[in-house]
């Protein structure tokens, strides 16, 4: 990682010239920056960051529905509305995609440009550093929302307490469900903790046995519904041991190697196994709104304690569970 001096964009007809308040960093971001086998397709060097909020600075000669001055969000994964996928109202698994961050430039620099469909207004109400976080809350509301069943009342595990396993946690929290987010020990240092103090269970499973835990949480049932966000090979296994029968997993991270899932139990308890990737549109409205009216309490989630002129400390932080949502200022 080192920082770099660019020319600012200029936008094109279609674009507006985002000026960047806030940007976080993002599981992604962090297997990305490991340079994983996954991740070995980005071209380096490259900008790197998808997550950021920003105020419009300029706009090109075709924009119509922003202007300058507005506080605004990008969807980072851009479809392109011809495939078939598209077109069949599933933009957020397009045929040929693209991502902020990773196949152009992204968002840790002061400015960036982007069409205009791409983008969300964001009222004034809600503060930029908080609305930096809207594409992984859009990625919590589409798994609770959309992908999954949840009701209130419903017992939910979520597997893995980083980025993505703290706001599906709190997103499930606040339509009523009893939530329990299970980690390990490195977790105990700050992520566990954190899910603590704003009023939601946890279970270090390296120290706790969590068939006990799991069978007084549940009456001895299992869950209704269990959340991977581990990105671990593993997950969707655990989470088919710990979900009751007729019950559901919702796979959102994304592992690394092969899963070793052994069907037959998942056929005879039919057990429903979804997943979850991206978010839409919609999702992103919701997560805005979700800010708006204080659901999700962002300072409690957010770590601003790392600088852009450091940049290495905080993915080296987040590597090691020191942190859970890393936000850099650029304003």
Known sequence: MEVQQRDSPTPDDDEVLIEVHSAGLCGSDAHAYTYEDGYKWIPIPRIMGHEYAGTVVGTGNDVSSLSVGDHVVEEPIHSC?????????????????????????????????????????????????????????????????????????????????????????????????????????????????????????????????????????TDSIGFDTVFDTTGHHTGVEMGVDHVRKGGEVVVIGLPGAPSELFVTPVVRGEITIETSYGSKWRNFEQAVRLMENDTIDVDALVDRSYSVDDPTAAFEGFLNAETCKPVFTFA
């Open 81 to 217: 509305g011809r495939c078939f996928q598209c077109k069949n109202g599933q933009a957020n698994v397009c045929r040929n995609f693209s991502i902020r961050g990773m196949h152009r430039d992204g968002a840790y620099a002061e400015y960036v440009t982007v069409d205009e469909s791409f983008v969300h207004y964001v009222p004034d109400s809600i503060p930029l550093e908080h609305a930096a976080i809207t594409e992984p809350a859009s990625i919590a509301t589409r798994a609770v929302f959309t992908q999954s069943s949840v009701t209130p009342g419903d017992n939910v595990l979520v597997e893995g307490p980083g980025p993505i396993g703290v706001l599906t946690a709190v997103v499930a929290d606040s339509i009523g469900a009893n939530v329990l987010v299970s980690g390990l020990k490195p977790d105990t240092q700050y992520r566990l903790p954190l899910l603590d103090d704003i009023g939601i269970e946890t279970i270090n499973v390296e120290n706790e046995p969590p068939e006990d835990r799991h069978e007084s949480f």
